[in-house]
């Protein structure tokens, strides 16, 4: 068989522990014996970032705005335990955050569903699309500890020096503050994300904040986003039959738990991280979801949502058998292929990719799957496979 061939390379950002030994299975096996793979490579293993003193993040998202589609592996994030294994000689940066403050944008995350692994909610017929907006709040804070008679105060300096102040607080305790910011134009490209993605995918779009309480801040991401929808998306919404609607962000989470699912679900970028957690989780796993970053100008990266699965790594290098999920990072080699195909034209990168996507869901459909699928499956005798196995099941139906 002829391997099906690319016209443009993708931006392949290879990461650490369980997910990069997966990752070289899932080339090996489901893809490089049928597609002739073009990839600019670029190592965002642990180490490599230490030797490259982190460049190589950067430049693989560099990479990315230019070749307009990545897929990446799971990567760690350091902390404190991580600087003595790895003996780094920094805390690097997280570089999903790095990449994201390159690329801006906003991150969609929609639940794989396959028969036999019931949400447990039980109205949630279809799948439910998060949109993170991936700029600023929390991840681009500044935090200071306050010791005791200690005034906070924001200070705005104009161009010609200056200055507007407000009183955080006084501390008559120790205590702590922080100071976060976001940016007119990056909510105007999550607001500009979420509805194009909407009518691409044929979905409302819910979203909610809090601007009872932020009048200010979470306001502004409410007033921008009917700005944009009144001056250049209410028609087209219209003609498609879809509605946005903005509520309240507690309201918004009582009313997903009611609904059957099938919406887009914006949230902020902290309400973002621990909501799409918290929806994957209740449609079944972590590793059942499919992830993508969509930047303004148009660049795509595709990832699993989940980390690197530290705890089956060890297991694994201890030499005993794992029963790790490779699906999410499956759908993110699947979502890249298929956009350079649609971005190419090469409509044969398309269709292989949905082949694959079919093989990995038959395959599980089948009773065939990874363990933690395996304990919450409504199938009857699943047959629990080990990492490698369930990557050679899916090859053999491909
Ligand atoms: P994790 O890798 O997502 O794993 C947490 C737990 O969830 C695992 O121990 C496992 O549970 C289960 N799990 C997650 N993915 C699974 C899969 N594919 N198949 C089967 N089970 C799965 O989170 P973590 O252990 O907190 O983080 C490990 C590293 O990943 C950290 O260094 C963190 O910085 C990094 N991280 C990276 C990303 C990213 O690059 N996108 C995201 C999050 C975390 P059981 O152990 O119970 O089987
Ligand atoms: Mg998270």
Redesign the pocket.
């Known amino acids: 068989m002829a391997k099906i061939e690319m016209a443009t390379p993708l931006v392949e950002m290879d990461?650490?522990?369980m997910t990069r030994i997966i990752w070289r299975l899932i080339k090996e096996r489901l893809i490089c014996p049928f597609v002739d793979l073009k990839t600019e490579y670029f190592d965002l293993g642990l180490e490599n970032r230490e030797a490259t003193k982190d460049a190589v993040t950067a430049e693989s998202a560099e990479a990315c705005l230019r070749l307009g589609v990545a897929v990446k592996c799971?990567?760690?994030?350091p902390?404190a335990a991580?600087v003595d294994e790895y003996k780094l000689s920094e805390m690097w940066k997280?570089?999903?955050g790095t990449i994201r403050t390159i690329l801006d944008g906003t991150v969609f995350r929609t639940p794989i569903l396959v028969k036999g692994i019931e949400p447990y909610v039980r109205t949630w017929t279809k799948p439910i699309t998060l949109a993170r907006h991936a700029y600023g709040d929390v991840y681009r804070n500044v935090e200071m500890r306050v010791p005791a008679g200690s005034k906070v105060e924001l200070v705005r300096t104009a161009p010609d020096g200056s200055e507007e102040r407000t009183l955080v607080h006084e501390f008559a305790g120790d205590g702590v503050a922080q100071g976060v910011h976001n940016l007119d134009a990056s909510i105007e490209g999550f607001a500009r994300s979420c509805f194009n993605y909407a009518l691409g995918t044929k979905q409302d779009v819910w979203f909610g904040a809090k601007d009872t309480i932020s009048k200010t801040y979470d306001h502004r991401f409410k007033d921008v986003f009917q700005e944009i929808f009144d001056a250049e998306y209410k028609e087209r919404f219209a003609e498609a039959g879809l509605e946005y609607f903005y509520t309240l962000i507690d309201d918004v989470v009582a009313r997903v738990i009611r609904s059957e699912g099938g919406f887009i679900w914006a949230c902020k970028n902290y309400d973002g991280d621990v909501m799409s957690d918290m929806v994957s989780t209740a449609f079944g796993?972590?590793?059942m979801m499919t992830s993508v970053l969509v930047s303004p100008s148009g660049a795509y990266e595709f990832?699993?949502?989940?980390?690197?699965?530290?705890?089956?790594y060890y297991k694994h290098l201890e030499g005993k058998e794992t029963s790790?999920?490779?699906v999410?990072t499956i759908f993110a080699w699947t979502g890249a292929l298929a956009k350079r195909g649609e971005l190419d034209g090469t409509p044969e990168l398309v269709d292989f990719a949905k082949r694959l996507e079919r093989a990995t869901i038959d395959t599980i459909e089948s009773g065939q799957m990874?363990?933690?699928l395996a304990a919450i499956t409504s199938l009857k005798n699943p047959e629990k496979l080990s990492t490698e196995a369930f990557i050679d099941a899916v090859a053999s139906r491909l």
């Open positions: 990461g650490d522990e799971a990567t760690i994030t902390n991580r997280s570089p999903n796993s972590l590793a990832e699993a949502a989940h980390g690197t699965v530290q705890r089956h790790t999920n490779s999410a990874t363990g933690d």
